[in-house]
Nanobody, 125 residues
Framework: QVRLVESGGGLVQAGGSLRLSCAASGRSFSGSAMGWFRQAPGKEREFAAAIAPTGENTNYGDFVKGRFTISRDNAKNTVYLQMNSLNPEDTAVYFC??????????????????WGQGTQVTVSS
C-alpha cells in the first residue's frame, strides 16, 4: 500500500522556521516527481513547491519568494520542505504529493496521484 506521511508541522512565531518531512512507503519514489501544496481555511489548494526525481530541478509557487526550499533524500524515500521567514499568511495545512511514475515536476494538483494526510502549520503574529 502506497502511503505518504507528513510531519514537522506546528506552531511558530512570525519570522520563524519549520522543516516539513514527507516519508513515502509502499514502493520507491526515486523516479517520481514530488510536490508540496497547502490549503488554508476557505481557500483553494495552492502549489508551494515541486522537485524532480534527481533533486536537481525544482519549482516554487509565486508566494514562496525565496523563503522555502524543497529537497529529497531518495535513499530514505523522503521529501523535505524547509520554510523560513514564515508569516501568518503561511498558516495552512501542508500536503505532500507524488506523481508516481512521472518525472515531470508540475504545479497542478490534479496531476499528482498520491497525497498525504497533511500537517498543520500555524504562524502567530
Amino acid at each position: 500500500q502506497v502511503r505518504l506521511v507528513e510531519s514537522g508541522g506546528g506552531l511558530v512565531q512570525a519570522g520563524g522556521s519549520l522543516r516539513l518531512s514527507c516519508a513515502a512507503s509502499g514502493r520507491s519514489f526515486s523516479g517520481s516527481a514530488m510536490g508540496w501544496f497547502r490549503q488554508a481555511p476557505g481557500k483553494e489548494r495552492e502549489f508551494a513547491a515541486a522537485i524532480a526525481p534527481t533533486g536537481e530541478n525544482t519549482n516554487y509557487g509565486d508566494f514562496v519568494k525565496g523563503r522555502f526550499t524543497i529537497s529529497r533524500d531518495n535513499a530514505k524515500n523522503t521529501v523535505y520542505l524547509q520554510m523560513n521567514s514564515l508569516n501568518p499568511e503561511d498558516t495552512a495545512v501542508y500536503f505532500c504529493a507524488a506523481r508516481l511514475g512521472s518525472s515531470i515536476y508540475v504545479s497542478t494538483a490534479m496531476l499528482y496521484n498520491y497525497w498525504g494526510q497533511g500537517t498543520q502549520v500555524t504562524v502567530s503574529s
